[in-house]
């Protein structure tokens, strides 16, 4: 399992733009499909994006697609930059990593987790 970090959270206005950012603590993400998930008080954790490990596919959420866009630094670090947000974006969010490699959708698939960085939207 990889250690991982998330950072860039914040609270903004809606409409604004946040960029979040994912770094392995002491490792590196190379060989990883890596996801972003997030959780918003009294719901359930929901899949927001995945890339996988050559950054080669992309996957969305149908709620951020055209809004969001999830990307990787080779082994470094993996982003999501997020644009015109809605006050329903607000919610804990996680970057997690898949051994597998492929970009996941599913929660399950993935072996380790980050921490979270909040995120809230303001109307």
């Known amino acids: 399992q990889v250690q991982l970090v998330e950072s860039g959270g914040g609270l903004v206005q809606a409409g604004d733009s946040l960029r979040l950012a994912c770094v392995a603590s002491?490792?590196?993400?190379?060989?990883?499909?890596m996801g972003w998930f997030r959780q918003a008080p009294g719901k359930e954790r929901e899949f927001v994006a995945a890339i996988s490990w050559r950054g080669d596919r992309t996957y969305y959420a149908d709620s951020v697609k055209e809004r969001f866009t999830i990307s990787r630094d080779n082994s470094k670090a993996m982003y999501l930059q997020m644009y015109t947000l809605k006050p329903e974006d607000t919610a804990l969010y996680f970057c997690?990593?898949?051994?597998?490699?492929?970009?996941?959708?599913?929660?399950?698939?993935?072996?380790?987790w980050g921490q979270g960085t909040q995120v809230t939207v303001s109307s």
């Open positions: 002491g490792g590196t993400l190379a060989g990883y499909g």
């Open positions: 997690a990593a898949d051994m597998l490699g492929g970009g996941e959708q599913q929660a399950a698939e993935y072996e380790s």
